[in-house]
């Protein structure tokens, strides 16, 4: 039996695709025509989303659940949200937090792909980051010492001792998650 090279016929690209083709096309393409684990989801199933997905936007919002844990609900069904926190939290992680776009968990594998733009926080980072290293130098001296005697560390665990706000709606970042960041 020969296994040689056929020719296929080339196909035609559609000159145009209807709304409704359009937007199964554009669904399909965030994983949401993937059929959901028999199982319990695992973190392979995690990371198939990912790569559809490339990050999981953070946000505070929390009326049913907060928000970040949804992309993977809509596209998983039921997960234990724990699946999630470990990936991004506990060792061996494979999100970090970062100002992707948004606040973001993005995949570690990328964050040789920003180191670029982590160089230029200085003058490109939003406000809160360029306070905090302009009117608290010796504690970002501190957070950098402490991730490079520690390696990678979230900000639960070296925070223990700083003040956060409470009063304001939203984030309320302590200096250290402003720092780290």
Same mark, same amino acid.
């Given at each position: !039996? ?5 020719? %296929? ?36 199933? &995690? ?10 936007? !953070? ?10 844990? &949804? ?11 724990? &699946? ?15 100002? +992707?776009?948004?606040?973001? %968990? ?11 733009? !982590?160089?230029?926080?200085? $003058? @490109?980072? #939003?406000? +809160? !980051? ?11 001296? #501190?957070?950098? @010492? ?7 560390? $979230? ?10 706000? $409470? +009063?304001?709606? +939203? #984030?309320? #970042? ?5 720092? &780290?960041?």
């Amino acid at each position: !039996m020969s296994y040689a090279c056929r020719s %296929l016929p080339a196909m035609a690209a559609p000159e145009s695709l209807s709304l409704a083709q359009a937007r199964r096309v554009a669904l399909a393409a965030q994983g949401f025509a993937d059929l959901a684990p028999s199982g319990v989801p695992t973190r392979r199933h &995690l990371r198939r989303v990912l790569d559809r997905v490339g990050l999981i936007q !953070m946000d505070s919002v929390n009326v049913l659940q907060r928000a970040h844990y &949804l992309p993977l609900y809509s596209r998983l069904g039921p997960y234990p949200t724990t &699946l999630l926190d470990s990936a991004a939290y506990r060792r061996p992680r494979e999100l970090f937090e970062y100002w +992707g776009h948004e606040a973001s %968990l993005v995949p570690v594998a990328l964050h040789p792909a920003l180191r670029w733009r !982590m160089a230029r926080a200085h $003058t @490109d980072a #939003w406000g +809160g !980051m360029r306070r905090i290293a302009a009117e608290q130098p010796a504690l970002v001296a #501190w957070v950098r @010492d402490e991730v490079a005697a520690r390696g990678p560390l $979230t900000v639960a665990e070296i925070e223990h001792d700083v003040p956060r706000q $409470t +009063g304001n709606w +939203g #984030w309320n #970042w302590s200096a250290v998650k402003q720092a &780290l960041a």
